[in-house]
């Protein structure tokens, strides 16, 4: 198992910020693209609402309806927490408080410390997006690039030591939870897919209701 | 809590009462080596036109399990059955690929493809399909596919940076073709995709089989992730975590929506990048 810590960063929109976030859309960016968009998105509200119009604006090119059937809650989950926040004199609740406002709006990136064994340490900044130097996007071509050469499989990894200030402890703890509760789910559903590429996906669906 | 739970339940349900009509993945003509498009085309057929049983090796976070698997052509469910397990072990049963079959030329937009000689895999001639990702939002895979069947015989996941997630392999493999004569399987049923704004490029959603009331499933036609909805407990802060084993990453984050706390989480195939713009897409609507 892995677990991972991640950062935050700010910054502010501009138009290099738009076309990141259009390449990002279209499954085109570098990864100075994610990482830009990432970081141009960590205040902008502007930005994040000019990703969810591309959205829209792409589907209803598509010939898709345009109906929206959601809302964007970020605001509201940002407001909710920052009113916490103020509940919180304490110092040492307010510091997680503040790791928790990331969640409101996450736009990428972490995944090179995902799979990393020797993770970048982790800044945080309130009411950020989370973003990460070197986050990996794969532009991939085997015309130009060798095949991958596999590496042995990783080992089940050690949760890093409990930090009783942060609740991404808490929250890492709890997906190792229902990774064992909805791993069932989740083989039932993905099977789905159009091409299963795990082979098997063991589930006993009468388990899993 | 009760009440938060009362408008818990508003919640989900608004996010997925909205439905669009189904649409189907269009094929489309592209510049892929026509070996390639008969290469997944066939693949995707398989567990409709072959029977088999065999005996595979899967190996995931450290742990190796040698399983038995059987399937007969066109039905839904499998089985397996762990050969080294504790004595109550028993059988699981194990579902077929099933849903909108994706053209390779659709899949092409979002991976890069290399067909070549395989190695024999059961003592059975084999072609390597490699899926590479085009960006950092799915997993990269090598595929060994039968060359008689176009079955998988063994599978290799890989993270962007080319370590190996999670591998499955038979050791023994008797495949047979589908008798004519048998019954024709159902009309396969088309999913209804919702509409989600801000997916990662290239994923779908659509209700989660078997769990529509509390799930949605999210794909690209291969990469794969349930997204489960949950009250967030009345302990917890909003945050997010996640933890990955073997090719799998459960990410769970919770949050507050209009004084209503919700855990959503993300279980599936693929990076955390894709993760998490998974979990901000699927905005929720605040309960009534």
Same mark, same amino acid.
């Given at each position: 198992m892995t677990t991972y810590d991640d950062n935050t960063t700010s910054g502010s929109a501009s138009s290099a910020d738009h076309e990141s976030l259009s390449v990002l859309m279209d499954g085109e960016a570098n990864d100075l693209d994610i990482a830009r968009a990432l970081r141009g998105a960590a205040e902008s509200d502007e930005l994040r609402a000019y990703w969810r119009r591309q959205h829209v604006v792409r589907d209803l090119m598509a010939g898709?309806?345009?109906?929206?059937?959601?809302?964007?809650v970020s605001e509201a989950v940002r407001t909710a927490i920052a009113s916490e926040k103020r509940r919180y004199a304490n110092p040492i609740i307010s510091m997680a408080v503040a790791a928790s406002v990331?969640? +409101?709006v996450v736009l990428g990136g972490q995944q090179a410390l995902l799979f990393n064994d020797n993770p970048i340490n982790p800044v945080t900044a309130p009411g950020a997006i989370v973003q990460v130097p070197g986050t990996g996007a794969v532009q991939a071509s085997f015309a130009e690039s060798p095949v991958l050469q596999p590496r042995p499989v990783t080992a089940r990894s050690s949760v890093p030591p409990v930090d009783p200030y942060s609740n991404r402890v808490s929250y890492n703890r709890l997906a190792d939870e229902r990774f064992e509760s909805l791993l069932k789910v989740h083989n039932t559903t993905a099977s789905? +897919?159009?091409?299963?590429?795990?082979?098997s996906r063991s589930i006993d669906p009468k388990d899993s209701q | 809590m009760t009440q938060s739970r009362h408008a818990f339940i508003s919640i989900v349900f608004c996010a997925v009462a909205v439905m669009l009509p189904a649409s189907v993945w269009a094929q489309t003509d592209c510049d892929l080596d026509p070996a390639i498009v008969d290469a997944v085309d066939q693949m995707q057929r398989s567990h409709q036109e072959f029977s088999y049983s065999g005996t595979f090796l899967k190996e995931s976070s450290g742990s190796r399990n040698f399983i038995e698997k059987s399937h007969r052509a066109g039905d839904e469910r499998g089985q397996l059955d762990y050969v080294n397990a504790s004595e109550t072990e028993e059988p699981q049963a194990v579902w077929a690929p099933r849903g909108p079959r994706m053209s390779a030329c659709e899949l092409g937009k979002l991976y890069a493809f290399h067909l070549e000689r395989g190695p024999k895999v059961a003592g059975r001639d084999s072609v390597l399909l490699h899926l590479r990702p085009r960006d950092g939002l799915r997993l990269g895979y090598r595929l060994a596919l039968d060359d008689a069947s176009g079955l998988i015989l063994k599978s290799e996941s890989f993270s962007d940076d080319g370590t190996l997630l999670e591998r499955h392999e038979y050791a023994s493999l008797t495949v047979t073709p589908k008798d004519e004569n048998s019954e024709a399987e159902g009309p396969t049923l088309l999913m209804q995709h919702l509409d989600i704004v801000g997916l990662p490029f290239g994923y779908k959603a659509s209700l989660a089989r078997g769990f529509e009331e509390k799930a949605l499933f999210v794909s690209d036609g291969i990469a794969a992730a349930t997204v489960v909805f949950e009250p967030l407990p009345d302990d917890l802060l909003p945050g997010e975590g996640a933890v990955r084993h073997g090719a799998t990453l459960t990410y769970s984050r919770g949050s507050v929506v209009s004084g209503t706390g919700v855990l959503v989480t993300v279980i599936g195939e693929v990076p955390l990048p894709a993760a998490r713009l998974i979990a901000e897409a699927v905005r929720v609507v605040p309960g009534r």
């Open positions: 898709q309806s345009g109906t929206a059937i959601s809302v964007d990331t969640v +409101a789905a +897919a159009s091409i299963t590429p795990m082979v | -």
